[in-house]
């Protein structure tokens, strides 16, 4: 018995080393700086998964910028700005921005769903909720926004979710009467944003993805899953809501068709730091790794991370291919 419990120890004891190891093999001794365009409803996740990969790798300088989805794309397509790695809020803007020039596949790793935001100082605090969110918003003097749909996927859902209410709800006209009375001023360039003006009292309402409002102890009116763009078995009914956005080119536009909330994340093609970059990904895509941050913040991640096609699977880095699963 005392040489079986010795063993144990020992085991636990190895098991403890590996883990405090700050960079291990399975890091690739990474280096450098790893720089990541992201949407801004990652950043508080992506600060809390810097902080505990450079404490693993020290080595290793993370740069983040979050910024809307389109808006961290046109980055790297209109801009050349360096860039390693891009995670997305809607996983088709790599698809449709990054692929194939810049990127070579596309992971999908996290869910969400929108909510209503508010606070104490809201008007009609008391009175909101699942039954009469869009009467409240329809009142006159009620401050509401949403951010900018031509540079944040938050902004085209927050009309998306509108458009579904109308149909759900069967209210006709409710959504050309939401937006008559929603000033364009409180369309902001991300979604986060609009945070600061909910809490400093200068907005009373505002769209935001779920994990958002849970990351910053915000009130919030959950809505039904046919609307709130957070189950995909709605998918069908999701694709009744489409938004006009502006295209590539000035003068030009595309339609975006509601598809559930749905997080990609790639590797650019001519990333600086490719290694280390991959590394990050590895402990990203870990369910005990970025996973579980996720999941801790109020983000349901895919356990394990999704890529559509066995092809896909195979064209990514080995260190990445034990953690996805082909699903379409």
Not at 96 to 106: E, G, H, R, S, V
Not at 159 to 181: C, F, R, S, T, W
Not at 216 to 243: C, K, M, S, W
């Amino acid at each position: 018995m005392k040489e079986r419990s010795g063993r144990k120890w020992l085991l636990y004891g190895i098991v403890a080393i590996v883990l405090l190891l700050p960079c291990g093999k399975s890091f690739g001794d990474s280096t450098g700086k790893i720089i990541i365009f992201n949407a801004g409803s990652l950043t508080i996740p992506f600060a809390k998964m810097e902080k505990v990969f450079e404490s693993r790798c020290p080595k290793v300088d993370i740069l983040r910028e979050p910024a809307g989805s389109q808006r961290c794309a046109r980055k790297i397509t209109d801009l050349k700005k360096p860039c390693d790695i891009m995670a997305s809020a809607d996983f088709t803007v790599i698809d449709q921005m990054l692929i194939p020039k810049y990127a070579n596949w596309n992971i999908r790793f996290a869910t969400n769903r929108l909510v209503l935001c508010y606070t104490d100082k809201s008007k009609y605090a008391n009175e909101v909720n699942a039954q009469n969110w869009y009467e409240v918003l329809g009142r006159k003097g009620v401050l509401w926004g949403h951010s900018d749909p031509n540079a944040d996927p938050c902004g085209y859902r927050s009309l998306m979710v509108l458009q579904l209410a109308e149909k759900y709800y069967k209210k006709p006209g409710l959504y050309k009467k939401l937006i008559a009375n929603r000033p364009k001023e409180n369309i902001r360039p991300k979604s986060v944003e609009l945070v600061v003006l909910l809490q400093t009292g200068n907005m009373d309402y505002a769209w935001e993805y779920r994990s958002v409002a849970v990351q910053h102890e915000l009130r919030f009116v959950e809505l039904p899953d046919q609307i709130n763009l957070g189950n995909y078995r709605y998918d069908d009914f999701y694709t009744q809501a489409v938004v006009e956005l502006t295209g590539k080119k000035p003068g030009t536009y595309i339609k975006k068709k509601g598809k559930s909330c749905t997080y990609g994340i790639t590797l650019l093609k001519d990333a600086p730091n490719k290694e280390a970059a991959i590394a990050f990904l590895q402990y990203m895509l870990d369910p005990q790794g970025g996973l579980r941050v996720l999941q801790e913040m109020g983000q349901p991640p895919f356990i394990p991370c999704r890529v559509p096609t066995a092809e896909i699977k195979a064209s990514l880095p080995l260190e990445l291919q034990k953690l996805v699963e082909v699903k379409n």
